[in-house]
């Protein structure tokens, strides 16, 4: 099967040399990379990136990719961690120990995961207060919430059943990260740009607060289309590329896994104490 893992990314960056990550420029159309692609290209909403945000990715690999079997979108800092090396947290320079980066950024189970699973996607954030709806209104207001709902609710009735359960979960998949047979992600993707295409035509797009909501929307509705579907999810942890003093570091992003283990410890803590976890120190 032919796999492709796009890499969103808007800057040259030390990208795998796995054959099978692609890097993809997006919202760039001016900007090119050895290896890499531009969702300029071909059919495109990159001039919408600041809305879209990685999604005009998504958006190009759903329209002009006809020929992968699988495919994968993550970010020029976040990866899926997919394979089998025992994971342990670490810390690591990127461009001294290049074949040990590859070896975590190997893909090669990819397909045999898919034989058990409908999609991989990283471990969920857990919210020690909140909920997915009241952690949204929180940034980005109850206007915008209720905007999204009624876009869904129209195109979708079927829906409505489901965002009343799912959306009062106290853990949610972010970042719009994914691996999934390309059938599925186009299924996926045709639902989510009807929904955010609608939202968009409500929304003022001149209100610098908008910027980068839609692809805030997607997060949410990842979780929604994922559950509705009764989808079955690999969950891997995410392995995050940081730049420090000029230089590339390695460490696993263990935040999700601690949210989600100890979670009910930091509930329990806060109804004692009145304190809370905020979103930054997570």
Known sequence: MKLKIYIATQADQNFPKNKNYIPLIVGKPDQMIDGGLNDSVGESIASKNKFYCELTGQYWIWKNDHESDIVGLCHYRRFLWVNDIRRRLCKKNFTTIN???????????????????????????????DNIKSQ???????????????????????????????????????????????NLFDAYSEWLFSILQDVENKIDLSDKKNFRLLGYMAERLLNLYVSHNKLRVKEVPQIFISSANDEEDLYIDFRYFKRRYFGGLLDFRDKIFGKRISKKNI
């Open 99 to 129: 074949n040990e980066v590859e070896n975590y950024l190997d893909i090669s189970n990819v397909e045999s995961i898919l034989t058990n699973y409908d999609i991989i996607l990283p471990r969920p954030y857990i919210f020690s207060a």
């Open 136 to 182: 949204f209104v929180r940034y980005h207001g109850q206007t915008n919430y209720d905007l999204m709902i009624d876009s869904l609710q129209c195109l979708y009735p079927n829906y409505s059943d489901s965002v009343k359960s799912i959306f009062n979960r106290r853990f949610e998949y972010l970042a719009n990260l994914l691996i999934v047979k390309k």
